[in-house]
């Protein structure tokens, strides 16, 4: 069984930084055949996809955090890491961090329904 947990949320002002990891267990050696993103939800809204890496490394991101964000995973520690900066207040969410197993790797797995794996969440939270 996948567990995904997340922590590094925090309060942060407008334009700071935090690093976001995500511990995943039950997947041993499989863990780099897998696919990692991290969505976020903000209050009232709908989930929605951050960023992704794939198996080989390539990663995606959503438009508004291209540029602030960055996407990396460490296959020896099964350790998922997002690391943003310059954030703002419409950053502020519930950070999630997903798994799937990457059957095509020249695919960007963007949507929720695409991961079968989450994590518990961690709050971010932006004051202006």
């Known amino acids: 069984q996948v567990q995904l947990i997340e922590s590094g949320g925090g309060l942060v002002q407008t334009g700071g930084s935090l690093r976001l990891s995500c511990s995943a267990s039950g997947l041993g050696l499989a863990f780099s055949s897998y696919t990692l993103g991290w969505f976020r939800q903000a209050p009232g809204k709908e989930r929605q996809f951050v960023a992704t890496?794939?198996?080989?490394?390539?990663?995606y991101y959503r438009d508004s955090v291209q540029g602030r964000v960055t996407i990396s995973r460490d296959n020896a520690k099964n350790m998922i890491y997002l690391q943003m900066s310059n954030l703002k207040p419409e950053d502020t969410a519930i950070y999630y961090c997903?798994?799937?197993?990457?059957?095509?790797?020249?695919?960007?797995?963007?949507?929720?329904?695409?991961?079968?794996?989450w994590g518990q969440g961690t709050q971010v939270t932006v004051s202006s």
């Open positions: 890496i794939g198996s080989n490394s390539r990663t």
């Open positions: 997903a798994a799937r197993r990457d059957y095509s790797p020249d695919y960007y797995y963007t949507e929720e329904a695409e991961y079968a794996d």
